[in-house]
């Protein structure tokens, strides 16, 4: 009895380390797709700055941690017409196997349609008065991967306007049976910001950059999803978003920290604070440090602005919380319009317009809002 006892202990033992060896992401078997749209056939569509541009560096990032040549795409700026992007991920999918993982990656401008509550990405060649037939629709996106897509788990990242509409998406395909993961840079009510924060955060930790995880070990989706947060917070003033569905541990291994890049846990790398040139405050953040001094960077500008300051110097990014169900006014599009806070997680209300419809609720930080 003895004896069947322990082999009974080591089969539970390998079932669980078979489980735990599912959990860590395997490039090799990976199919990708990626699309940067930064430019637009419409020219009333606003442009995004190509220099230093995040999407590339994650493309060569996913190259370089080993995802086969043949099972990564990525469409730039006017390579990005509806047939194109439409086609690309269709093939992309074809090359799965039941074992692979698809990473679909868009960045650019969405938006949804407040009637129905569609949503798209726009494409190069997109004419956003007519979407529903000139525009990616998620909902494409969604059948394209239900039916040619073979794995089991999805990983989509986004990184533009009302990008968290991704998470119905997911809990679409989890009802075809697929395991999904969510990062977007912002929920599904909400504008984006203009600038890499998002794809520069994701970038740092599918690199495994010590700045994601003082401290070092493994870094999990849960982590990028922190990581990605704090960046967004404090660079931005906006909300990103992580979803999974019940099948997608947060637990999935993404990258690790190498054991000699390990920061401390007490470092102030990484973080964001306000310093004062000419007699004006600035965010900035902290990229290097010794002793009593740390290295900072203006976001939005070039390197060449980054300097080396006492930290006691720097002051702390301060965020007002208001109360619940409190009525305020809320700045969109550089007009202050009266809203009830619905709400309030950690920094950021969940407002409600008044005299709009729930469609346009929206998360915000104190930097949009006054006392009525």
């Known amino acids: 009895m003895q004896k069947y006892y322990v082999l009974w202990i080591i089969f539970i033992l390998c079932v669980i380390s078979a489980t735990l060896e599912a959990e860590t992401w395997e490039p090799g078997k990976t199919v990708a797709c990626l699309i940067g749209i930064l430019e637009w056939k419409d020219t009333n569509l606003a442009v995004y700055e190509k220099e230093g541009r995040q999407d590339a560096r994650l493309f060569h990032l996913l190259q370089d941690r080993g995802v086969p040549q043949d099972k990564i795409e990525f469409l730039k700026d006017t390579q990005g017409t509806l ?66 897509f073979t794995g089991k788990q999805v990983v989509f990242c986004a990184d533009c306007c009302y990008s968290g509409n991704l998470n119905k998406v997911a809990a679409s395909l989890e009802k075809a049976g697929k395991e999904v993961c969510v990062f977007s840079s912002a929920t599904s009510s909400n504008f984006s910001t203009g600038q890499w924060t998002f794809t520069m955060s994701l970038c740092d930790a599918l690199s495994g950059e010590p700045v994601v995880k003082p401290g070092g070990g493994e870094v999990t989706a849960s982590d990028i999803a922190s990581y990605i947060y704090h960046n967004m917070k404090y660079a931005d003033f906006q909300m990103s978003n992580f979803f999974t569905t019940k099948g997608f541990s947060p637990g999935f291994i993404m990258s690790s920290i190498k054991n000699n890049q390990v920061l401390p846990d007490n470092t102030h790398i990484g973080e964001y604070k306000l310093t004062k040139w000419k007699n004006e405050w600035y965010h900035v953040r902290i990229t290097g440090q010794k002793g009593t001094e740390v290295q900072i ?67 915000v930080a104190s930097n949009r809002i006054k006392d009525k």
């Open 83 to 148: 047939d194109h992007c439409i086609s690309t991920l269709t093939s992309i999918a074809k090359k799965s196997a039941p074992d692979s993982v698809l990473i679909f990656y868009y960045a650019g401008h969405g938006i949804v349609d407040r009637n129905t509550g569609n949503a798209y990405f726009l494409n190069y060649d997109c004419n956003t008065s007519k979407p529903e037939s000139t525009c990616l629709a998620l909902s494409a996106v969604e059948e394209i991967i239900k039916n040619h």
């Open 297 to 363: 960077h203006y976001p939005g500008y070039d390197d060449e602005w980054d300097e080396w300051v006492q930290y006691t110097s720097l002051k702390d990014i301060s965020f007002s919380v208001y109360s619940k169900k409190q009525k305020i006014l809320v700045e969109w599009d550089g007009k202050w319009f009266p809203a009830r806070i619905e709400n309030v997680q950690d920094v950021f209300h969940y407002i409600k317009y008044d005299g709009y419809g729930d469609e346009w609720n929206e998360w």
